[in-house]
């Protein structure tokens, strides 16, 4: 069974850019989740999407929007990127969302702002 | 709020020996999942064990055995016969009866020295 993947691997973009990262969850998994990671701040939650709906968002400005397609791919898009959206953005997915659910995590997408 | 606490920033341990990585929390919810996850410099998260708010029993999988103290609310990562190969970051985290999202601790360094 294929577990979450992500694409790309590595982003460089510039100030300014929008950006869109894309998440395959796990065959059969409903639930996708975003998380982003900074040596500064750790890691923090995005948004989680459930059978194309958003169920819940994380504290984090409206230039990050997100969505997921029937087929329950994901895409995060970033709009007019500053040097502090540099991180690591992983991607889970769950098939409930249910609490005792534990998440599988892609290899995330390593994105740089110059 | 919910929240985690990972007072161990960097940790060494010997080869074939065990070490224990702390972990406490702070949350209001009665229903809730406590897990572990291993971070190498790849980046992708992977899941080692998880802990129910019910779970009367201590959770064991392999060599992770986590130690759960419900009342002092601390669960605490217990790795025995350490290998080189257990050199990563070490995440603990929490998912709430709402179920939408981990809240994420610090993080511990763990250096495994042959």
């Known amino acids: 069974k294929a577990g979450v993947t992500q694409t790309p691997r590595y982003l460089i973009k510039t100030r300014g850019q929008q950006v869109t990262l894309s998440c395959s969850p796990i065959?059969?998994?409903?639930?996708v989740s975003w998380y982003q990671q900074t040596p500064g701040q750790g890691l923090q939650f995005l948004f989680e999407y459930f059978s194309e709906t958003q169920r819940n968002k994380g504290n984090f400005p409206g230039r990050f929007s997100g969505r997921q397609f029937s087929n329950s791919r994901s895409e995060m898009n970033v709009s007019t990127l500053e040097l502090g959206d540099s991180a690591l953005y992983l991607c889970a997915s769950g098939s409930t969302g249910y609490y005792r659910e534990k998440l599988f995590f892609g290899s995330g997408t390593q994105l740089s702002v110059l | 709020a919910q929240k985690i606490t990972q007072t161990q920033p960097g940790m060494f341990v010997q080869e074939k020996e065990a070490v224990t990585l702390d972990c406490t929390y702070d949350t209001s919810d009665q229903s809730y999942g406590l897990f572990w996850y291993k971070q190498p410099s790849s980046g992708e998260m992977i899941f080692l064990i998880y802990?129910?708010?019910?779970?009367?029993q201590n959770a064991t999988e392999g060599r992770y055995s986590l130690n759960f103290q419900k009342a002092r609310k601390s669960a605490n990562l217990v790795i025995s016969a350490s290998q080189l190969g257990d050199s990563a970051m070490y995440f603990c985290a929490m998912r709430d009866n709402t179920g939408n999202q981990f809240y994420f601790g610090t993080g511990t360094s763990l250096t495994v020295i042959p």
């Open positions: 802990q129910g708010s019910y779970d009367e």
């Open positions: 065959s059969g998994h409903r639930s």
